[in-house]
């Protein structure tokens, strides 16, 4: 259920996966959802490459995004996990609407 349900409350995922950085990435990735992710390594490359490939709103190096992030990030959900942004400058914009007046 935690791989293929979107589950809120403080859980824990481990899944047995062959090492390599697309087997992470493509069950990563293996969900109708994309709220959230985290990836712990050593390796801050490694960690950079893998987290730019996941399909999630926000992804932690090393811890959890959310307690983490500047009050100014977007929050935003990937997939099934929400449409638009709140916060930061993305979050402004959703909700206003540019208009030019001209006068001759």
């Known amino acids: 259920v ?3 349900k979107e589950t809120f409350g403080p859980i824990v995922s481990i899944a047995k996966f062959d090492g390599t950085e697309e087997e992470a990435i493509r069950l990563a990735n293996k969900t109708e959802y994309g709220l959230g992710s985290c990836v712990y390594t050593s390796d801050i490359d490694k960690a950079k490459r893998v987290a ?13 995004a959310i307690e983490n992030m500047e009050v100014n990030c ?3 959900g990937h997939k099934k996990s929400g449409f638009g942004f709140h916060s930061g400058i993305d979050g402004f914009h959703q909700f206003s609407i540019p208009k030019t007046i001209v006068f001759g």
Do not use: D
């Open 2 to 4: 935690v791989f293929t």
């Open 52 to 64: 730019s490939r996941i399909v999630a709103g926000q992804v932690g190096i090393n811890c959890y």
């Open 74 to 76: 977007p929050w935003v």
